[in-house]
């Protein structure tokens, strides 16, 4: 008999749509009780932004991907791991040899797989000139070309991990992009995007106590913001290192991200994690090797 995550991916070998996180979310919903889905937001073409909900303790941890569009094995990788983690506490099974009934009685998870599907989809299928909406801008911002598989943007052309407002003007002269394009042009103003905006008030609505936003590539995790991190945010990141190989990194010359804000605005543990090595987008061949690193991370940030 199939497992559940083979049932998720055997009609998606090569990619991960939001076609795909909707009928897995539905799978895991339908299977198990102990999640739960809510629509945080809509993308500018209509698609639901999700939340998708784990445990029931006080304290609160957050994960996401796909901020960026080329980056969506994030998402694929994301929702193995609800999955995983909510078999083995409906079934009273272990994740890396660690039981988790405990401690998912004492945190909740909320992970948002997919922040920004229009990308995802624009990057996996491209944009056909017969029924897509932005085919001729999007033709334009791609300087000329139908290949968009390096694309990072949201359907507007706006990186949405440059998006929020920490530094969100010093990002911008930064960056020097006066307009839409594949990515880094961080909008004409801050949450400017419904994708952010989404992300920005589901955040301030729940209040996490940690927040991890999970992007390809480089096996590394970012920690600190300008010195708005907490004293235990060095020490916290090692720990995620230890877990899973990965290399905490201070970053400095970098504003406006997810992370960034985060940290700037509650004072709380917020980290980038780079998974995974090589050229985005990264290839589903390598998801499992990736997944074996990863999920030992993930199950960590729970203890956050």
Request: aromatic share 12%; proline share 6%; with cysteine.
């Amino acid at each position: 008999m199939l497992m559940l995550w083979e049932v998720l991916i055997i009609y998606s070998e090569q990619s991960f749509t939001h076609l795909d996180l909707l009928e897995g979310v539905r799978q895991l919903t339908g299977r198990y009780s102990f999640v739960s889905a809510h629509v945080i937001g809509e993308s500018i073409m209509g698609k639901p932004i999700l939340a998708v909900r784990c445990g029931s303790g006080p304290r609160r941890i957050h994960i996401n991907g796909s901020f960026h569009a080329n980056e969506w094995i994030t998402s694929a990788l994301l929702m193995r791991f609800v999955a995983d983690l909510s078999a083995a506490y409906c079934n009273e099974e272990r994740i890396a040899g660690q039981q988790v009934g405990d401690l998912c009685k004492q945190v909740t998870l909320w992970t948002v797989p997919m922040v920004n599907p229009d990308g995802v989809e624009l990057v996996q299928r491209g944009a056909s000139p017969v029924n897509h909406p932005f085919h001729k801008q999007l033709i334009e911002w791609n300087g000329g070309s139908n290949d968009f598989s390096s694309w990072k943007a949201n359907i507007r052309g706006v990186d949405l991990n440059d998006q929020f407002p920490a530094y969100w003007e010093e990002e911008c002269k930064r960056r020097g992009i006066e307009g839409p394009g594949p990515r880094d042009f961080p909008g004409p103003y801050p949450l400017s995007e419904p994708e952010a905006h989404a992300m920005a008030h589901f955040t301030e609505t729940i209040g996490f106590d940690a927040v991890v936003a999970l992007h390809t590539q480089g096996r590394e995790i970012y920690w600190n913001y300008r010195d708005y991190e907490p004293a235990e945010a060095e020490q916290l990141a090692k720990k995620l290192g230890q877990a899973s190989g990965y290399e905490p990194v201070k970053l400095s010359g970098s504003d406006a991200g997810y992370k960034d804000w985060f940290i700037q605005h509650f004072r709380r543990p917020g980290f980038t994690v780079e998974a995974g090595y090589g050229e985005n987008p990264l290839p589903m061949s390598q998801f499992d090797s990736i997944y074996v690193e990863l999920q030992p991370l993930l199950l960590e940030a729970l203890r956050l």
